[in-house]
C-alpha cells in the first residue's frame, strides 16, 4: 500500500511531492492541507537503496558481461541511468509514518 492521502484529513499527496521528498535524500512532507509532517518509513529508506543502488549494479555487471562492454563510464553510465529510474519507481511506492516532532499541535487543527 502507497501513501497516496494524507492520512489526517484525507489530503491527497501527489506524486511530484513524493519524488521530490525522495530525491532530495528523504525530506519529510507537510501535508499541505493540515500541516502535519510526515517521514520516509526507515524500511523503506533500505528498500529504496536496493532500488538505486544495488539492483542497477547487479543489472549492470550482468548485462556487461553478456554485451561484452568493458568501458567503466558506460557501466557508470547505465548505473547513473537505472538508479534514477529506480526513484522514479520508488517514489510510487514510498510510505511515510507520522513524524514524532510536528511542528503546531495537530489537536487544533483537527476538525
Ligand atoms: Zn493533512
Redesign the pocket.
Known sequence: MSFR???????KMNYKTKLTSVFFGYRPIT??????VYEVDEKFRFILSLYTVMIPIILVYSFSAAAGIHSRWIQVLLVLALGTLGVLYAATKVRYNKAKHQPINENV?NK
Open positions: 492521502q494524507c492520512p489526517n484529513c484525507k489530503e501535508c499541505s492541507n493540515c500541516g502535519i487543527n
